[in-house]
């Protein structure tokens, strides 16, 4: 199985600032990441496939890059209804993984 | 717009099979570019995927829970199902079904059902 590696497992940051979620894949999985959303109580929500490709409606302050197997989800401006858990998961391979999850909060 | 919903017994005792259905509304199940998966998140937890489910049949299971996975499919009523065998406490989770688009992402969701093994 392809382990994927998120870093930090949590998150405080103030309204605005810039945050940045790494996950690292345990070998080569070229673009195929993806990295979801979750509130509390809810299911999960696509919010970057392919590595770099934001999911219709997603706001333009979540972007994604890297390739092969260190990646990066970004917020360009913390709002505070992005206080959420957001996963990382490959599509490299079977069976698909993700991985353990940022918990991001705000101070 | 696609829509799916899980649905079954919230509780089921130890030993016993974890039977969960996901109805697909505003699409087909027989759409050619989709995979129909289960994926679950254990309270507290993170997500872990189960299997997925082509219309054709073919399916494909996590080897840490293949030997006790069963995925079907039911054209006629617009549905997938799961089926969970010899069930413990650690299989105490919500049980999410998930669209695959295109081998992509997982872009639509069920909103989830939580499933407790307990006597």
């Known amino acids: 199985d392809i382990q994927m590696t998120q870093s930090p497992s949590s998150l405080s940051a103030s309204v605005g600032d810039r945050v940045t979620i790494t996950c690292q894949a345990s070998?080569?999985?070229?673009?195929?990441i993806n990295w979801y959303q979750q509130k509390p109580g809810k299911a999960p929500k696509l919010l970057i496939y392919?590595?770099?490709n934001l999911e219709t409606g997603v706001p333009s302050r979540f972007s994604g890059s890297g390739s092969g197997t260190d990646f990066t989800f970004t917020i360009s401006s913390l709002q505070p209804e992005d206080v959420a858990t957001y996963y990382c998961q490959q599509f490299d391979n079977l069976p698909r993984t993700f991985g353990q999850g940022t918990r991001l909060e705000i101070k | 717009q696609v829509q799916l919903q899980e649905s079954g017994p919230g509780l089921v005792k130890p030993s016993e099979t974890l039977s969960l259905t996901c109805t697909v509304s505003?699409?087909?199940?027989?759409?050619?570019?989709?995979?129909w998966n289960w994926i679950r998140q254990p309270p507290g937890k993170g997500l872990e995927w189960i299997g997925f489910i082509y219309y054709s049949g073919y399916t494909n299971y996590n080897p840490s829970l293949e030997s006790r996975v069963t995925i079907s499919v039911d054209t006629s009523k617009n549905q997938f199902s799961l089926k969970l065998s010899s069930v413990t406490a650690a299989d105490t989770a919500v049980y999410y079904c998930?669209?695959?688009?295109?081998?992509?992402?997982?872009?639509?969701w069920g909103q989830g059902t939580m499933v407790t093994v307990s006597s």
């Open positions: 392919d590595t770099s």
């Open positions: 998930a669209r695959e688009n295109n081998g992509v992402g997982f872009d639509i």
């Open positions: 505003g699409g087909s199940v027989t759409s050619g570019n989709d995979y």
């Open positions: 070998q080569d999985i070229s673009n195929y």
